[in-house]
């Protein structure tokens, strides 16, 4: 049986660009020919650019409508454009942006669409009813780890309705300049950390003692006492097990008193229920990691899609990743709800480039081996692929590093694009739910919230098969609309956040580990 011939293909992003990138699985041979009569003078992997017509030295190479760099030589029609062969535009600057200047036509409310969740005292709801163990210093971590194996085997069954115990470890807590300017951006990340909503109010904390991180600190009075008629002034109160404590005489006591405090926890969450609440409630984060040239052709477009969606719903969601839309910098500022919201961009991106300045680097450092053998050149051409999921509503409102959201709409929540610092620091801004979109691939999960893995590509999507959610790449392919995939990721948003579905993340318990931002010394 005669094999099907399959046609050189380009995917171009707007009328204006002259480079397309290659979509046929495995790249194309010099010499195929696309149907426009282009003929490849090079072979072109798979994502990567092709000249479609002669660029002078010095032309400027243009993607999305936007120069992603500058030809270092004559690059005939035909050619491959690769890194090697561009100069990266500078950065924009941050004097003269436009604010607030776009007003995006008023979308028609989405109603009617609902989900599961646990409401909690403080009016947030959970996609999720975990018990979460803080920790107040890395050096507990160890007996953390070994107490929480041991609630899961030996307690969790008893509590059918609690999903999981997780303990919130990480790197921070003691040597540490904790009175420095920046020592507020960790600290304040471990506390809201602490009052996810997937926690229901429950605050758990394990202290070493000597640490400059005490819990008093972390969680002081007021900071985390929820109005709750299930809880008596004392429940209520900061419940800590000291393992310095003189109560404790060897390890298994220390055991012991972390597991009998959990029991009390785990007891008032297992009394929880889910109950139907609208769409509304939805506090979504957005993300992508190993990004390839189709992630602003199919992954991130649907989410921007479903961004607009659940905005329209009334819910909340948030995009990040400094360094990752510093370059569209003028596309957000223009459409933030009001000039103060674009100030307040512009400020954390000016934060942003002058905590760079310091480690002697600028923003290029965020573009990995990977991302360019997926086919970005550089930063300037992963920004515009990563910006839009953002979608298209207008930006109602701006998180530092650590900070809680605390209103609807579309936020800009200031992280690093490190995948796994930006998904903590979404975690502290309050998500119950994440998505996450790749196309070199990556196993990434967080133990606090479900994760969403949507493939860029349909080769991604069969080889991981196991491991996404949503295969994107079928826009590629011409199988399905952007339109199509942003609706089919909003339906199973719900259907994750009602827990009627487990994603292939939870499924294989693939967690990453909390790393704290913080930009302040260490002693």
């Known amino acids: 049986m005669q094999a099907l011939e399959v046609k050189p293909r380009f995917i171009r992003m707007h009328d204006a660009d002259n480079v397309a990138i290659v979509s046929n699985d495995g790249g194309l041979a010099a010499g195929a020919v696309f149907a426009n009569g282009l003929t490849l003078v090079d072979r072109v992997p798979q994502g990567h650019k092709v000249a479609l017509l002669d660029l002078k030295k010095g032309a400027a190479v243009l993607r999305y409508n936007v120069a992603i760099g500058y030809a270092l030589q004559d690059i005939p029609a035909g050619s491959w454009v690769h890194e090697r062969l561009l100069q990266m535009p500078d950065a924009r600057g941050l004097t003269g942006l436009p604010r607030a200047t776009v007003k995006a036509g008023v979308l028609p409310p989405l109603e009617g669409f609902t989900f599961e969740g646990y409401r909690n005292a403080d ?3 959970g996609s999720r009813n975990i018990l979460a163990i803080t920790t107040t210093v890395q050096c507990v971590a160890g007996v953390v780890e070994f107490a929480v194996k041991r609630i899961k085997d030996e307690l969790l069954p008893r509590f059918p309705n609690v999903d999981d115990v997780v303990g919130l470890e990480h790197t921070y807590g003691c040597g540490v300049a904790i009175d420095a300017p920046d020592a507020i951006i960790p600290i304040r990340t471990l506390r809201n950390i602490t009052l996810n909503p997937n926690f229901g109010g429950e605050v758990m904390v394990v202290s070493l003692g000597c640490e400059k991180l005490q ?18 002034a004392a429940e209520s109160a900061l419940d800590v097990v000291c393992l310095q404590s003189e109560n404790h005489v060897g390890f298994m006591s220390m055991i012991d008193s972390i597991m009998q405090t959990a029991t009390r926890h785990l007891e008032r969450l297992n009394a929880r229920r889910r109950e139907t609440v609208p769409a509304s409630e939805l506090v979504v984060g957005v993300q992508c990691g190993g990004s390839d ?19 329209r719903a009334g819910a909340t969601v948030m995009f990040s990743e400094t360094t990752e839309v510093r370059d569209g910098i003028d596309q957000l500022t223009s459409r933030a709800s009001t000039p103060e919201i674009a100030d307040a961009m512009i400020r954390e991106m000016a934060w942003y480039d002058a905590y760079l300045q310091k480690g002697l680097v600028d923003r290029s450092a965020n573009t990995t081996p990977g991302n360019k053998k997926g086919g970005l050149s550089n930063i300037v051409e992963k920004a515009m692929g990563s910006i839009v999921k953002s979608g298209s509503a207008p930006i109602s409102g701006v998180l530092s590093p650590g900070e809680k959201v605390k209103q609807k709409g579309l936020i800009y929540a200031a992280t690093p694009a490190s995948d796994f610092i930006c998904g903590t620091l979404q975690v502290a801004a309050g998500i119950n739910l994440h998505v996450f979109t790749t196309g070199r691939g990556t196993p990434y999960g967080l133990a606090e919230v479900p994760v969403i893995k949507v493939a860029t590509r349909s080769d991604l999507a069969r080889r991981w098969h196991d491991l996404m959610d949503i295969n ?10 952007i339109e199509d995939v942003g609706w089919e990721l909003f339906r199973l948003m719900l259907e994750v956040a009602s827990g009627r579905k487990k994603t292939w993340a939870e499924h294989w318990k693939l967690h990453n580990a909390l790393v704290l931002f913080n930009p302040a010394p260490i002693t």
Do not use: M
């Not at 008093?216 to 109005?227: D, M, N, Q």
């Open 472 to 481: 994107a790449g079928r826009i590629a392919d011409g199988e399905a609309s």
């Open 215 to 232: 819990p008093e600190r972390l969680l002081p009075p007021g900071s985390f006492a929820i109005v709750d008629e299930r809880k008596s």
């Open 293 to 311: 040239a189709f992630s602003g052709v199919t992954a991130n477009p649907a989410v921007g899609f479903a961004t607009d969606l659940l905005v």
């Open 123 to 125: 009016g947030s709801v």
